[in-house]
């Protein structure tokens, strides 16, 4: 027997897979899009939306902008201080457009602003380490931002979940194995927080209808950036660890680094070679992640935690919630096996991040951004979107950023904006929406962008259609 809800979502999805849309949301899928595949099966996503509508079948993070990224903004590259030392935004951001400012001026010009903004967006940020304090914000504001922003009127909160994965010690693992022993570990549990925090709050918390967005991204690049941190806090209790991956020679000279790095005392020398924290880290890490990689892959346990974390995604979107996440900003390394954990669910919407090169009227010069991650052939982006200087006003020093954390926000801004016009789309129809309405970008493998780049208006023009078919 259905529950009312239930019968009602069958009376939706029925009216949105048969011929009872309008002309205008046939006309939304006439271009063509080139064949690359959604993550679960090589069918061209295009010809699912319009098998849909056919009624044929009913389918089922980096902060700031690196050099490559300011150079190809003229205008961002020759910003000059204020006097008081602080970046002028304004002179720093004069000619950057975003994605999100010309979606709204397209919308609004389409007469699609109209409808309430009742759709919560829940941003799932755990606590960030020093380094990136600013991050939930900035995450929200690429939703949230009165000018540069895609909804700004649409509701958000953000979480900031219980991550018992930095609470791993090092040296709770001993032996010979301890490093491997504390990747799969480590791994496991940073899949296992996502999974009861989709369980135990997104599911049982949510609205019936709601976009969850994680923009932070774990893998073994996140583990090895744990292991860095942990060993640079205590390097005298790490130093067996130490001694074994990098050679007794280089961890002793690394120890006495780590002891200069954290006294803020201490006198470096001229011309030392390790006098950088970035270079100091960067020797451990590329030490450490090759064996990473090697004991995630081969572990049971994490093996667990991620079949536990497809079935809490699977939950969440058969009860009505779209999670959003982040692929990676892994993408210099060209290796799937550093794409997100997160991301490796068919239940979720993965997205990568490309760079509109200040032209969002202009589509033929986007191109992939150069450290989106990317996946493997069975698990990678849905889609792309932008995410190569996004203007920001959080953090008056970096007024841009760059990284797939903000592409996925463009992406549950649109969403939220979809459920808003209809919000008895399911997650499958959304996906299906999402994918088949994407542009590829040209000489761009579907590893690294999926369906390609989303189009936002025209996903939010099919959504209001579908809304009065389902009334009519």
Not at 275 to 291: E, G, N, R, S, W
Not at 443 to 455: A, N, P, T, Y
């Amino acid at each position: 027997m259905t529950t009312p809800a239930e019968s009602t979502e069958s009376k939706t999805e029925k009216k949105v897979a048969g011929a009872t849309l309008p002309d205008i949301a046939l006309d939304l899928l006439k271009d063509p899009v080139k064949p690359a595949g959604p993550n679960a099966g090589e069918q061209n996503a295009q010809e699912t939306v319009a098998a849909q509508i056919d009624g044929q079948k009913n389918p089922c993070t980096i902060e700031g902008a690196n050099a490559s990224d300011k150079s190809r903004n003229p205008q961002a590259k020759q910003a000059t201080d204020t006097t008081d030392g602080v970046v002028d935004f304004e002179e720093v951001l004069k000619g950057n457009r975003s994605d999100g400012a010309y979606v709204r001026e397209q919308l609004t010009a389409k007469g699609l602003d109209k409808a309430p903004h009742t759709t919560p967006v829940r941003i799932g940020e755990p606590a960030w380490p020093k380094e990136a304090p600013t991050h939930p914000q900035k995450v929200e504001e690429s939703i949230k931002h009165p000018e540069y922003g895609i909804s700004p009127d649409t509701p958000t909160v953000i979480d900031q979940p219980i991550e018992k994965s930095r609470l791993l010690k090092l040296e709770s693992f001993s032996g010979p194995n301890q490093l491997k022993d504390f990747a799969a570990a480590h791994s496991a549990q940073t899949v296992r927080d996502f999974s009861e925090y989709i369980t135990n709050s997104v599911i049982t918390e949510t609205p019936s209808r709601a976009v969850v967005n994680y923009s932070q991204e774990h893998s073994p690049d996140t583990t090895a950036n744990q292991v860095v941190r942990l060993a640079n806090s205590n390097p005298e209790l790490h130093r067996d660890l130490l001694v074994r991956t990098l050679g007794e020679e280089r961890a002793n000279q690394w120890i006495a680094d780590a002891k200069m790095l954290n006294d803020p005392k201490a006198q470096i020398p001229d011309g030392h070679s390790l006098t950088t924290p970035a270079v100091h880290d960067k020797i451990l890490h590329q030490a450490v992640l090759p064996q990473i990689k090697d004991a995630v892959a081969e572990s049971a346990d994490f093996k667990t935690a991620m079949a536990d974390y497809r079935g809490a995604t699977r939950q969440a979107a058969e009860n009505g919630k779209v999670i959003v996440v982040a692929a990676g900003n892994q993408g210099d390394r060209q290796d799937s096996s550093i794409y997100s954990y997160y991301a490796q669910s068919e239940h979720v919407i993965s997205v990568g991040a490309y760079d509109n090169n200040n032209s969002p009227e202009n589509r033929a010069d986007d191109e992939i951004w150069n450290l989106s991650s990317p996946g493997s052939a069975r698990y990678h982006p849905d889609v792309v979107a932008q995410g190569v200087m996004v203007p920001s006003s959080v953090s008056p020093e970096n007024p841009s950023k760059s990284g797939t954390s903000y592409a996925a926000p463009f992406v549950s801004g649109a969403i939220a904006n979809m459920l808003d016009h209809n919000p008895r789309l399911s997650f499958n129809q959304i996906k299906t929406m999402v994918q088949g309405t994407a542009h590829p970008l040209e000489d761009v493998s579907k590893e690294l962008q999926g369906q390609g780049r989303i189009d936002a208006v025209r996903l939010i023009e099919l959504a209001s259609a579908s809304a009065k078919a389902d009334r009519s």
